[in-house]
């Protein structure tokens, strides 16, 4: 029985085999990330974190414990914020993809929310800020940011260990203000 | 994680033939199914890399747009819409409270940007035998090994639709809301599209608890529809958790109520009520719903309701503090529901 139509080309540019070949043959994957595209060849199962850390060199995006429940991995597709351990790389082909890496301008010019977070001191050991900082700039563009209540609620998907919530929450509200101001 | 086939349908029917073809004439319950579909990924990765679901080929349909078609006769919720979305749609938000607070109550915004609401209901059990496969006996896991949570750490275990075979809680949100608003489930299929009312979506573990739903493993979840109704307006989702937020719910209630005069103290003419945290499927508190008919909403009604709805409950060594914690939540939110204003 041959494959059914087109439309279900698989990412190997092979016919999904019910036994295919080698299922650990790795597998071509573009990536556009900070507005550079990378052209990979990926295990299939490699995360996007994953991709991003070990495959590109962009150790910014934090690998805290891989399933999906501190946050520290937190990216950027299309501006929406998601979980860089629980996303396949192969799937975010085609998304914009921004890391820490790229939110400062061409100039070195801070964005407002590192210039926030440092402004108030929010780094204790600094392992969950990327994805702190990331989450937050995202937080903000949602129009989750209204309120003291609305920033811990939409922020509660980035654990600081360190506990600097307080500091965290004052970040968010003075790049706020100049993020809407832009 | 070991290693898969991976391909990407574009339509809802490319995704079901792919399915078909894969899985190549064996029948198997999805949840252990070799051929799986793949949206948002947030809680097939996740079992993946525990080794707890090991599909030789997933079907990503992370692609397939989503839709929220709102009309006289009700909601229809397309399967791919993210959660993220549908909780911030601002008609769901004053139509149909419950659904917009079952949905924001759940997870953290990521993982509500990336979690479709197909998926979403799909969630599998937090129960820790389950998700850690050093331990030899699940019955979801390795069908006929017994339960290792019925004489173990069961804190988070249910205390309503259990069996000897499984005690794990269902743990999601947004079914509550969708069970107690009678919603339907569109499924596609290779012989087409079929409805089932969302109550019959779950499987409670009897004897086979490892098979968790009503579908195939060929069929797609295509979209809910929730009915209108007199009572979608004055509902919420009030879930009580071991931290604020970002937490799955020890107990949690979803109300609707239409009461005569319009909240002014006026009797209960129809309760739906759907109970979270506490049961291994979701759960729709039909007995509460009835003993609160033609009552006025008072503390001793609400009150008699939720002994109704907890009369068949089984608390175990760590859990049984649910039962009356279960009970005191769905009181709040029966009484936080009558004293809502509700927009006209």
């Known amino acids: ?182 | 994680m070991r290693p898969f086939a991976y391909t990407k349908a574009e339509t809802p029917d490319a995704a079901v033939k792919a399915a078909v073809y894969a899985l190549d004439g064996e029948t198997h319950a999805p949840p252990g199914a070799p051929v799986q579909f793949i949206a948002g990924g947030t809680t097939m990765l996740d079992l993946m890399k525990l080794d707890v679901m090991h599909p030789r080929t997933l079907i990503d349909i992370s692609g397939i747009s989503g839709g929220i078609e709102i009309g006289e006769g009700g909601l229809r919720l397309g399967a791919l819409v993210r959660m993220g979305e549908a909780a911030d749609h601002p008609t769901i938000r004053r139509d149909y409270p419950v659904i917009a607070q079952s949905l924001v109550l759940a997870a953290s915004q990521q993982l509500r940007n990336m979690a479709s609401l197909g998926g979403n209901v799909l969630q599998r059990t937090r129960c820790a035998y389950f998700r850690d496969v050093s331990y030899a006996q699940c019955n979801k896991r390795r069908p006929g090994s017994g339960c290792a949570a019925l004489q173990g750490v069961n804190r988070q275990h249910a205390v309503l639709g259990t069996s000897e075979a499984c005690i794990a809680t269902y743990p999601g949100d947004f079914a509550q809301a969708l069970i107690a608003l009678d919603a339907e489930v569109e499924i596609l299929g290779p012989r087409g599209m079929r409805r089932l009312a969302f109550a019959e979506l779950h499987r409670a573990p009897v004897e086979r608890p490892d098979v968790e739903t009503a579908l195939a493993a060929d069929e797609l979840i295509a979209a809910f529809t929730v009915p209108a109704g007199p009572w979608t307006r004055r509902s919420l989702y009030l879930k009580v958790r071991d931290r604020q937020s970002y937490a799955f719910a020890l107990a949690s209630a979803a109300v609707a109520l239409e009461i005569a005069g319009d909240g002014d103290g006026g009797a209960v003419r129809e309760a739906r009520i759907g109970l979270g945290g506490v049961a291994t499927v979701p759960w729709r508190a039909r007995e509460a719903e009835a003993a609160l008919r033609g009552k006025v909403l008072d503390e001793d009604s609400a009150r008699a309701a939720a002994e109704a709805a907890f009369a068949g409950a089984r608390g175990l060594e760590h859990n049984a503090f649910k039962i009356e914690l279960g009970k005191r939540t769905l009181v709040r939110a029966l009484l936080e529901a009558a004293r809502m204003e509700v927009p006209a």
């Open chain 1, 1 to 182: 029985m041959s494959l059914p139509p087109s439309e279900n080309a698989s990412q190997t540019d092979q016919p999904l085999g019910r036994h295919p070949p080698d299922l650990r043959a790795p597998v071509p994957v573009r990536l556009r990330v900070n507005g550079v595209e990378h052209k990979l060849e990926l295990d299939i199962r490699t995360t996007l974190l994953d991709a991003l850390r070990e495959h590109i060199g962009l150790t910014g995006s934090k690998k805290g414990c891989d399933q999906g429940q501190c946050g520290a991995c937190t990216v950027l597709l299309d501006g929406r914020r998601v979980l860089g351990c629980l996303t396949l790389a192969v799937m975010a082909q085609g998304f914009s993809i921004t890391t820490i890496e790229g939110l400062a301008g061409a100039d070195g010019a801070l964005h407002p929310m590192q210039q926030a977070f440092i402004d108030h001191d929010v780094f204790q050991c600094g392992y969950c800020t990327p994805g702190q900082i990331l989450s937050a700039v995202a937080c903000v563009a949602e129009g989750h940011a209204k309120t003291d209540a609305d920033i811990r609620e939409y922020m509660s998907g980035n654990l600081c260990r360190c506990a600097a919530y307080p500091n965290i929450l004052a970040a968010v509200k003075q790049a706020r203000t100049l993020m809407e101001g832009a």
